[in-house]
């Protein structure tokens, strides 16, 4: 069986400067708003299931908008979801079980869901604006990035399926080809819902692995919409099983089951460190050391040189610190910005963030739209508070009044580099601004945190910009533009120290994290 693919290009963004592009849009959010309240079951070996306990999906712009109702899995049900994805990965006899399968096989499932998730992409776009609260433009982006990941990891698994090259040795016939894992445990994150989740859990199958699949509590109806991707494609039952609920007790039991070979996620450091833990912790009957998949947020910095292009440093920075609300692990929440463009800089970037338009994202002129949720709110309120209290009020530090949970873009300035808001991940729309003596200190300070996940420098001295290739400690490093916006196949994805395992997701490494490599050598 062959599958003949042509070479990957990264799937085009809408444009929603167009009026047709407009109304399709519109005519989505109608459809996804009739469809709010509707219920959504677990997936357990193809078996839609109910539980005794419901959750509800809320719209961050509107709470009192129920986007959909989920299960509350319980911690049976999550054993059911281990021995499902145990008995699809199939027996150790050859032919009997999804590990089987050859590589073609899967990625023609994985092309098909490419091909669905274009059908279904302003109706999945839709569901993010109301469920997470992304604008139109970010929404679009991360279904385009859930395609993308779908169609590279699609021709990266028939590369890994592919001969391997290895040395010859007289007399002897060598080989050495991938194979899977076993049974995974997929923990996306609530910020790029569709895109991260459809990443971590199609590279988990197409890999010849099976999955056990829980979603953010916070966006588990955009999940759903997954799986009913994943049963449009015909995807074997217990392949992928969905689990919604807290993470809490299932979440735990899920991770030390001895029955789950690896741990894929994405979310705050303190999670992950606790998986990496619990991981780690050998179980009985347990065969293997779990492997451990972890990207875990960031306190990212753009570096303003005194011979940047201005204009081109603010508005990278702007986009960087409040795209998605600043909900990103890779958002700029500092600038750091040498002295003698210092001033120049605040007033620019102070007139920049008051023409950011906040409300409601189903409306497209809002650019700016809600946190998350209650909680994350009021953790971002008191960073706003601390803040006041570590450096100078430029704008903004305010919660709107409103039903919904939207707060004020923010920016601090005069900020030392070791206060909490230049060093804590806040995850909102807050930007701590730094100034420094010279290039080589802001290199210093760009260092200076617990993370490494992006960071960028603005600057047209060609050495200085060299020198932070080789100095910036960032897993992504971007010179002369934003920090945020990787592109599968471009800009490979993870980062250092507690920003996680550094697993470039949409790069060539990244399937590897799934496979483990057996060797084979017949005298001939």
């Known amino acids: 069986m062959t599958v003949n693919l042509s070479p990957f290009q990264n799937e085009a963004l809408t444009d929603f400067s167009r009026d047709e592009s407009i109304l399709k849009m519109e005519e989505a959010l109608t459809q996804v708003q009739q469809e709010f309240g509707r219920e959504y079951p677990l997936v357990i070996h193809g078996e839609k299931v109910k539980s005794g306990q419901k959750m509800r999906s809320l719209n961050p ?53 490419a091909e669905v998730m274009r059908r279904r992409r302003l109706e999945l776009a839709a569901c993010l604006v109301f469920e997470v609260g992304k604008s139109w433009v970010e929404a679009d982006a991360d279904v385009a990035e859930a395609i993308d990941f779908c169609e590279f990891y699609a021709r990266e698994a028939l590369r890994y399926g592919a001969d391997q090259p290895v040395g010859s040795l007289p ?73 919604t609920g807290p993470g809490g007790e299932v979440g735990s039991r899920l991770v030390t089951d001895p029955r789950t070979r690896f741990v894929a996620f994405t979310g705050s450091r303190d ?29 990212d910095a753009i ?31 500092r600038a750091i910005v040498c002295a003698p463009v210092y001033e120049a800089f605040l007033a620019r970037l102070q007139e920049c963030v008051n023409k950011i338009t906040m409300g409601p994202p189903k409306d497209r002129k809002n650019t700016l739209g809600p946190v998350v949720n209650e909680k994350q709110c009021n953790v ?21 009044a409103s039903d919904g949970y939207f707060l004020e873009p923010t920016v601090i300035v005069d900020v ?59 897993g992504n490093l971007y010179v002369n533009r934003k920090c945020t916006g990787a592109m599968v196949g471009a800009h490979p994805f993870g980062g250092f120290n507690m920003s996680g395992t550094d697993s470039k997701a949409g790069g060539r490494d990244y399937l ?9 050598a017949e005298k001939c």
């Open 61 to 113: 712009a509107d709470p009192n908008e129920v986007v959909g109702v989920v299960q509350r899995a319980s911690v049976t049900q999550g054993e059911q979801a281990i021995a499902s994805a145990t008995q699809a990965f199939g027996e150790e006899r050859y032919g009997k079980g999804w590990r089987w399968q050859r590589p073609e096989t899967r990625v023609k499932y994985l092309v098909k869901t």
């Open 171 to 243: 007399g002897e016939k060598n080989a050495l080809v991938y194979i899977p894992l076993g049974v995974g445990v997929v923990i996306p994150p609530w910020n790029f819902p569709l895109a991260i989740l459809t990443g971590m859990t199609v590279a988990s199958w197409v890999t010849g692995n099976t999955v056990v699949l829980k979603p953010s509590s916070d966006a588990p109806v955009i999940a759903a919409k997954f799986m009913e991707i994943m049963e449009e494609v015909g995807l074997p039952p217990g392949v992928v099983n969905f689990l």
């Open 271 to 299: 999670v992950g460190l606790q998986i990496v833990e619990k991981a780690a912790v050998h179980q009985s009957g347990q065969r293997w050391i779990k492997r451990v998949i972890a990207e875990m947020g960031g306190k």
């Open 303 to 333: 570096i303003v040189d005194d011979e940047a292009d201005l204009p081109a440093a603010v508005d990278g920075v702007v986009a960087s610190a409040f795209g998605f609300q600043g909900q990103k692990c890779s958002a700029c929440s």
């Open 380 to 400: 971002i309120e008191g960073y706003f508070d601390i803040g006041k209290r570590e450096g100078r009020l430029l704008c903004g530090g305010h919660r709107i």
């Open 416 to 474: 030392d580099a070791k206060a909490r808001i230049a060093q804590e991940e806040i995850f909102g729309p807050l930007l701590a601004v730094i100034k420094v003596a010279t290039f080589d200190e802001a290199l210093r300070v760009a260092n200076g945190t617990d993370y490494g996940l992006t960071g960028g420098v603005f600057s047209a001295n060609q050495e200085k910009s060299d020198l932070a290739k080789e100095v910036f400690h960032v």
């Open 512 to 520: 590897l994290l799934f496979l483990q490599a057996k060797s084979v």
